[in-house]
Every structure is written in C-alpha cells, then in structure tokens.
C-alpha cells in the first residue's frame, strides 16, 4: 500500500501564489514519477506537471512559466509552486505517483484532491 498525503491548496486572489505538496509513504521501493492533475466542475481530469525519477519535467501549456514542479526524494514528497494564479485555476488538485513497491510490484495512486480557488 502507498498514501498520498496532500497539502497547500486554498482561496487565493488573482496573480496570487499557493504551493501544494505531497508526501508519499508507505511500501515504496522507487518512485518512477510524481505529478498533479486538476479537474474543474464539469470538466475531466487533467494534467498539471509531472516529474519523472531523472528529474524530467513535462507541464500542460496553460501552467508553462507560472508554475513549477520540484521533488524531494529523500521525503518521497513533491511540490507545485504556483505562481500568477489565474481564476481557470481554480480546481481540485490531485496528486498522483507511480512506480514500484517493496514486493516488486507496479503501483499507481492518487491523493484525494486538495481544493484550489482563485478569485477575480
């Protein structure tokens, strides 16, 4: 079993910052990646950032230069530094993390969603 531990979301104004972690625990030989998704009422979920266990870094065109995804592999945690919140924002983010488990097995998992609103 791995858990994803979210954090940091919240009410922001316009050309605000927040910066959302996740920590994940549990039986984890290797994190392949780790990323964030967000979906919006009505819409389906969808990529934010990822990173990978080289340090690649892929962002969806409407976050490139805004936000920033950064991991700390010696906590199994990752950051999403986001810069000049725009109200499109606004979503639950869900962080998500991939790899491999102590018995060898494949794992893929989301955190339950952290809250983020931006106000106009």
């Known amino acids: 079993q791995v858990q994803l531990v979210e954090s940091g979301g919240g009410l922001v104004e316009t050309g605000g910052s927040l910066r959302l972690s996740c920590a994940a625990s549990?039986?984890?030989?290797?994190?392949?990646?780790m990323g964030w998704y967000c979906q919006a009422p009505g819409k389906q979920r969808e990529l934010v950032a990822v990173?990978?266990?080289?340090?690649?870094?892929t962002y969806a065109d409407s976050v490139k230069g805004r936000f920033t995804i950064s991991r700390d592999d010696a906590k199994n945690t990752v950051h999403l530094q986001m810069n000049s919140l725009k109200p499109e924002d606004t979503a639950v983010y869900c962080c998500?993390?991939?790899?491999?488990?102590?018995?060898?097995?494949?794992?893929?998992?989301w955190g339950q969603g952290t809250q983020v609103t931006v106000s106009s």
């Open positions: 990173i990978t266990s080289d340090g690649s870094t």
């Open positions: 998500n993390a991939r790899g491999l488990t102590m018995a060898g097995t494949e794992y893929n998992y």
């Open positions: 549990g039986s984890i030989f290797s994190i392949n990646a």
